[in-house]
Structure formats: structure tokens, C-alpha cells
């Protein structure tokens, strides 16, 4: 079956670097500050990107907040420690002159406590304009209401998606970046949203930018159906993502092979967003036992159909472990230098590597919508082939500790690994690996 691809037809093409500007540029905890014009240190690693072999930057969030970008305050105002209008439309022309699409990050499922709209709550009581806004209760003896918030976070006051108000204000939020020359939204905690809301927003920002990119941040959940329900073009693979990790570390492929057929089924209606880490999650480096099998877990984003993003520093195998506490979220989020040169060169043969594999797709977008199927299975192996529209590379894998020989049928020649192909062309072709192996054929 052919998959339905609501989104744009360019998304086809595009790998995403994906960075957190706030901790990119090593900004302050606190917002409201002085403009610090601290964005043309992304502009500088626009060529970083490219020479990766990706051709997209997605933003963690650019507006105005309170602490960690989350906390939104303005929606139209960049973050004074991030910069100025100016700067981002100069970082927005820089990427369009070099190819560069640009994913902004939409927080709309709720607001910081500094938001204006908020604050007129508090300050005007249960009349205020915009106390429909949100999801009010009683008002205590302070003449403070209960709120819903998100997922306990006080301090992230949520949104009432059922007020026309809030879908005017998203919908004209998204448009306006839009216009400015941004190529799509990351629509954080979707899951913890209406559909219908999405749905109405979706519809509008298409009429005005019908070429745009919406996806949904999901966790959890049926996948498909808020794709549906919300008209949206994706959503976050995170079953994919746990799966990689996971099999790996227990050295258990039948959990990637059981993912990778789930994988298959989302891609009967929309191509999924594929990572193998991001600013929630630690490191792939740091949340692999064998730092070997980095390589393994990146041939498998390169080589199954989704819409890849690598987080940036994972292509130089950075480490980092997310904790739940406090500033739980600084290892992953971490300052970088001013340009690529000044990286250790430590990292380096991961970033080759990431430039063979992201090349290796790059030379065969097919991939985007390709779907996989397992040909062997065991604890320690698999091998799979991913096909589309006539196309087909097969992919073996290998933690075992002793070299091994894997069904590929059909298969001629070795595209990148370690690998030797045992009877090529033939039904009952194989390829031979190394201890901890891995290889890619056609």
C-alpha cells in the first residue's frame, strides 16, 4: 500500500539538525533581561549542518519566557536572550540562502504565569477578558484561582483549547512566523491537546501556508488517529526511539523487530518523525551500554522511513544524562562553542560516520515512506530489508561476540559496514559480519 503523505512534498527530503537555543548560546536561567543578539551563533553553524548531511534546523522555542522557553510570554517577541527580530530574520535569511529549511517550536498547550493574558486574570479577577483563556476553578481567599496547569508544573498554566479566543491567538501565532519565512511547527506536548483544536488550527494555518509542516510532539498514545483527528502532517516516533536503545542494551532485536512492524503500520497514513535523541531525552551516547552500537542505532534512523533529525552534538557522540530534579535537563541542554572548529576532535569519527549515513540516505530518498520487513531474527541479529516504489537496501545487525552470517536475499554489493556478501544476487544470498557487525546492501 502506498502511504497517504498529508504533509508537504519537500519534507521528503529533509533531515533535521535539531537545537535548543537557549542552552545553545549558554543564555541566563532567567528571562527578562536586556537583548543579549546571541543568535547569530546558530547563523554560524549553519554550514556544520549541511557539511552533516542535514538540510533542516529545528528550534527548540525562540519567544519570549520566563526560564526555559516553555514559559512562554509573547509569542511574536524572540527572547531578549536570544535576540531582537532582527537577528532571527537574519538567521531565517541566512538558512534560505543556503537551502536550510527552518522548524519552529510551538508551545500552545499552556503559558507561563508572566503571560499578560494571565496576569490581566489576576489582576481583574473572574472578568477579566481573557479569564475564558483558561482553564479556571475556584478562586481561593488571595483572590488567586485554581488552574490547571501541565502535568503538576505550576508554574505552566494551561490553555482553554475549547475558547475561540485560544484558536485565533495559535492560529495567528503560527501564520505570523510563517510569513516570516519559518517552514513548519514542532507542536509541543500535542498529546496533551484536543485533537479538534488542532484540527481547527491546522485548517487555517493551511489555508494562508499550505506548504507548511505540522507535527505534533507525542509520547504515547495512537499515533495515527491524532495525526487524523488534528489534520496534522506527523508526531514523534518515541516507540521507535525506545525501541533502538533498548534492544540494543538487552541485546533483545526481537523488541526493534516487533517496533519496526508498528513503524510499518503508522506509515499507511503519515511518515513519522524519527530521532534517536533530543532536548527531553539523554543522550544516545550516554543511554547506550556498548558505545559501539552508536553505529548501529543510527544506521537504523538512516535506513527506515520517517523523518530524521539528529540532535545536535549527538554527531559528535556529546554525553549527557537527563535527571529528574532540578535543572535535571542541563546535561543534555548544554552550552556550545561559538563555531564548529572549536569541537574536540574526539568526535570526529562519529561525525564521519554520521556524514556516511546521512549521505547514504540523502542518495536515496525513497527512504522517507520506505517500509521494513524483518528477514531473521534473533537475540543478538537481525537483518531487514526497507523497500519502496521498486527500491530495496537490506540492513544486518550484529551484538553478538562472534562473527555471523545473515539471511539477504538477493543482495550484490556492500554500501557502507563491515560486511562481505556470501552468494550475491542469488535467493539464498547472505552476509557475513564481523564480531558486532553491521552493514548495508543493496
Do not use: C
Request: charge should be negative; proline fraction near 7%; avoid cysteine.
Amino acid at each position: 500500500m502506498t502511504p497517504t503523505i498529508p504533509g508537504p512534498g519537500w519534507v521528503e527530503h529533509v533531515i533535521w539538525w535539531h537545537a535548543y537555543p537557549l542552552g545553545f548560546v549558554g543564555a541566563e536561567r532567567a528571562g527578562g533581561g536586556p537583548v543579549r543578539h546571541r543568535l547569530p551563533q546558530l547563523t554560524a553553524w549553519l554550514d556544520h549542518l549541511l557539511a552533516l548531511g542535514a538540510n533542516g534546523l529545528a528550534l527548540g522555542p525562540v519567544f519570549a519566557s520566563e526560564t526555559h522557553g516553555y514559559d512562554t510570554v509573547d509569542h511574536y517577541r524572540i527572547d531578549p536572550r536570544l535576540g531582537d527580530d532582527a537577528d532571527m530574520d537574519a538567521l531565517l535569511a541566512a538558512a534560505s540562502a543556503k537551502g536550510v529549511r527552518v522548524l519552529f517550536d510551538g508551545v500552545f498547550n499552556h503559558v507561563g504565569r508572566g503571560h499578560p493574558a494571565f496576569q490581566a486574570v489576576l489582576a481583574e479577577g473572574p472578568g477579566a477578558a481573557t479569564a475564558s483563556w483558561f482553564r479556571l476553578r475556584e478562586w481561593g481567599p488571595g483572590g488567586e484561582p485554581d488552574y490547571d496547569d501541565f502535568e503538576g508544573h505550576h508554574h505552566l498554566v494551561a490553555l482553554n483549547h475549547a475558547e475561540p479566543a485560544v484558536v485565533d491567538l495559535v492560529a495567528d501565532v503560527m501564520n505570523h512566523w510563517l510569513d516570516r519565512g519559518v517552514d513548519g511547527w514542532r507542536l509541543d506536548a500535542a498529546y496533551a491537546v484536543p485533537s479538534g483544536f488542532w484540527a481547527q488550527v491546522a485548517d487555517r494555518v493551511r489555508a494562508r501556508h499550505p506548504e507548511a509542516y505540522l507535527m505534533g510532539e507525542v509520547i504515547q498514545g495512537d499515533y495515527a488517529a491524532l495525526v487524523a483527528d488534528g489534520r496534522l502532517d506527523a508526531v514523534t516516533q518515541y516507540e521507535l526511539w525506545k525501541a533502538v536503545w533498548s534492544s540494543l542494551n538487552d541485546r533483545n532485536f526481537h523488541e526493534l523487530a516487533h517496533a519496526l512492524r508498528r513503524h510499518d503500520g503508522f506509515l499507511d497514513t503519515f511518515v513519522p518523525y524519527t530521532f534517536l535523541g533530543n532536548h527531553d531525552t539523554t543522550r544516545i551516547a550516554s543511554r547506550l551500554d556498548d558505545p559501539a552500537h552508536l553505529e548501529h542505532a543510527l544506521v537504523v534512523l538512516a535506513t527506515v522511513g520517517g523523518t530524521p533529525s539528529v540532535y545536535a552534538g549527538d554527531e559528535h557522540a556529546f554525553r549527557g544524562v537527563k535527571r529528574d530534579r532540578e535543572g535535571g535537563d542541563d546535561e543534555v541542554r548544554p552550552p556550545f562553542p561559538a563555531t564548529p572548529a572549536e569541537l574536540s576532535e574526539l568526535g570526529l569519527p562519529t561525525f564521519h560516520r554520521h556524514q556516511e549515513l546521512l549521505g547514504l540516505r540523502r542518495r536515496h530518498p525513497w527512504l522517507h515512506a520506505a517500509r521494513t520487513e524483518p528477514l531473521e531474527v534473533t537475540n543478538e541479529h537481525l537483518s531487514y530489508a526497507s523497500s519502496a516504489g521498486g527500491e530495496r537496501l537490506v540492513v544486518a545487525l550484529s551484538t553478538g561476540d562472534a562473527p555471523v552470517r545473515l539471511t539477504a536475499p538477493g543482495v550484490s554489493e556492500v554500501l557502507a559496514g563491515d560486511g562481505s556478501v556470501d552468494r550475491p544476487g542469488a535467493a539464498d544470498a547472505g552476509v557475513r559480519l564481523p564480531q558486532g557487525g553491521w552493514a548495508v546492501l543493496r
